[in-house]
């Protein structure tokens, strides 16, 4: 599965939404707050591999499902 639909399942199933933009803001849109976002961290680092480092932890990484994959994706490109 990509790493974009992953992203996506998790925040549907642990956070009980319907249907959520790839692009849309997790904050803005009220889908997760802090809490939340520490949840999809460590999501990423169990499930997905990806040891996400505490300066890592800012808006352009983490707040859709778009910049959360792109993230992935760029953390995984340094490693390969």
């Keep these: 599965m990509p790493v974009q639909d992953r992203v ?27 809490l939340g ?16 480092p505490e300066a890592d932890l800012v808006p352009e990484n983490f707040d859709s499902v778009a910049r959360v994959a792109a993230y992935i994706e760029r953390m995984r490109g340094r490693t390969a």
């Excluded at 549907?12 to 802090?34: M, N, P, R």
């Design 8 to 34: 996506m399942q998790f925040i549907k199933d642990t956070f009980l939404i319907d249907e959520v933009a790839s692009d849309e803001s997790f904050l803005a849109s009220g889908i997760l707050d802090s």
């Design 37 to 52: 976002i520490m949840q999809l961290v460590a999501f990423v680092e169990s499930e997905l591999g990806v040891k996400v």
